[in-house]
């Protein structure tokens, strides 16, 4: 799938992540991984990645725009991860959001511009298509919240950068494209999550806290899938100045079901209960992968039980108390 991805450089924002050191795993051995970020959210300590002879980790923000800029010279492709996610987080920290998630972009766009790249990756999210986004495709309207809303900072934020990206590519020629994730999971996730959050408190026997009513629908999408998705647009010409949503539609339930089936799989003690959150919830987010599929030939091939099963042992494995 990647063969033609060798001895090339590969910038990672924001690589140390649960998403990046799953594409840095899948790259290093035929190439030179660059990883820079704060090292907030490590995923990192549970590989054998910062070991790797073609490794290089730097430590660093993308609002350090000379830094940035210093770090990314001489990369053939930049995949931009680097950004403030998780709407606990978002609420509680807005002003942070924008300045990461859009002036980081921007920093790392403007470096882009004194380079010669390939491909230059811009991270975006499924919130861009607002609180229903139902087989929603790239070409569908994008919906932002009201103002004074802290949860829809983060669309903002995304949405900006998507049209900072696409205007450097139509003014500067940067080869870029932007991704829009539709609920990514799997082993190595920190943070906040849903699939992470249940999978840490299944394996401890602790009790599954669903926000509201959980009737909330979303579709999973297993890392490998999302990994491979990835890997077909970087250097692929035909991916230049383009959207693509990236999940699998197929795996789709509530958060309530999502819980049960985890819950049913590990064979665990865990019983469940509801919280009301003081914040907007995005209602259903399942993709149209149209696009991917015909322009990259993309198909999510991990079933949500067999994705769940996997995730549910690594913790086992790595995270039990």
């Not at 299944?202 to 926000?211: A, D, F, P, Q, S």
Request: aromatic share 8%.
């Amino acid at each position: 799938m990647c063969m033609n991805l060798k001895n090339k450089s590969i910038f990672l924002t924001g690589g140390a992540g649960f998403i990046g050191s799953h594409i840095a795993e899948r790259l290093m051995d035929d190439n030179k991984i660059t990883i820079y970020g704060t090292f907030h959210r490590d995923s990192l300590n549970y590989t054998n990645i910062p070991q790797h002879p073609n490794v290089e980790i730097i430590k660093g923000d993308v609002l350090d725009k000379e830094k940035l800029e210093k770090s990314m010279l001489g990369s053939d492709m930049v995949v931009h991860l680097a950004g403030i996610t998780g709407a606990p987080t978002v609420v509680k920290m807005p002003n942070l959001t924008l300045r990461v998630n859009l002036m980081g972009t921007y920093n790392a766009l403007e470096a882009a511009k004194k380079m010669d790249l390939e491909s230059f990756i811009d991270f975006s999210t499924s919130e861009v298509y607002g609180a229903d986004a139902y087989e929603s495709g790239e070409k569908d309207d994008t919906s932002i919240g009201p103002i004074g809303e802290p949860r829809w900072v983060y669309a903002l934020s995304k949405l900006s950068a998507e049209y900072l990206s696409h205007s450097w590519f139509k003014e500067y020629g940067i080869p870029v494209t932007s991704v829009r994730p539709f609920n990514i999971y799997g082993p190595r996730q920190r943070g906040i999550g849903a699939v992470m959050m249940f999978a840490n408190n299944i394996i401890n026997n602790r009790e599954l806290v669903i926000h509201n009513d959980g009737i909330q629908v979303r579709s999973w999408c297993y890392i490998d899938d999302f990994v491979d998705c990835i890997l077909l647009i970087l250097g692929n010409k035909k991916a230049v100045g383009n959207i693509f949503n990236i999940g699998n539609a197929k795996a789709t339930c509530t958060i309530l079901g999502l819980a049960e089936a985890m819950i049913r799989l590990s064979g665990s003690k865990s019983k469940i209960t509801f919280k009301k959150i003081d914040y907007p919830d995005v209602k259903t987010r399942v993709p149209n992968i149209d696009k991917a599929r015909e322009m990259l030939g993309f198909e999510a091939k991990v079933s949500l039980e067999e994705g769940l099963k996997k995730t549910i042992e690594w913790y086992r494995q790595n995270m039990k108390e």
